[in-house]
């Protein structure tokens, strides 16, 4: 539903210098399918290991798949956000105050 959300607001994130992608923990083919069926203008990656999940902390709590939300990560690679939000598709405003933050600090 949150993923849904976010083609119109897309423009937001990228019009300050990011680079959007989702994360799932499906097949690549049915990660594939959600963003044609969603008409996504991001790929989702799949990580169905959880490998990439784990190493940025998104894993939920008390449960064995990740929780939504958003990783900020600056161009040299360092983690400046990480918020768990499972509204995140109704949030972008508070996306966009943290890439902002996050390219002062650079």
Not at 16 to 37: H, N, Q
Not at 56 to 81: A, C, F, H, L, S
């Amino acid at each position: 539903e949150q993923l849904g959300k976010l083609p119109p607001k897309v423009g937001e994130l990228t019009a300050e210098g990011a680079a959007v992608l989702g994360i799932s923990i499906d097949r690549p083919e049915a990660a594939g399918r959600v963003t044609r069926d969603l008409g996504l203008p991001f790929p989702i990656l799949a990580d169905v290991s959880m490998e990439v999940t784990r190493a940025y902390r998104m894993k939920g709590e008390g449960m064995d798949m990740p929780d939504m939300g958003y990783v900020i990560i600056d161009k040299q690679g360092r983690i400046r956000t990480r918020q768990l939000d499972r509204r995140f598709g109704e949030n972008v405003g508070m996306i966009v105050r943290a890439i902002r933050q996050a390219k002062s600090q650079t």
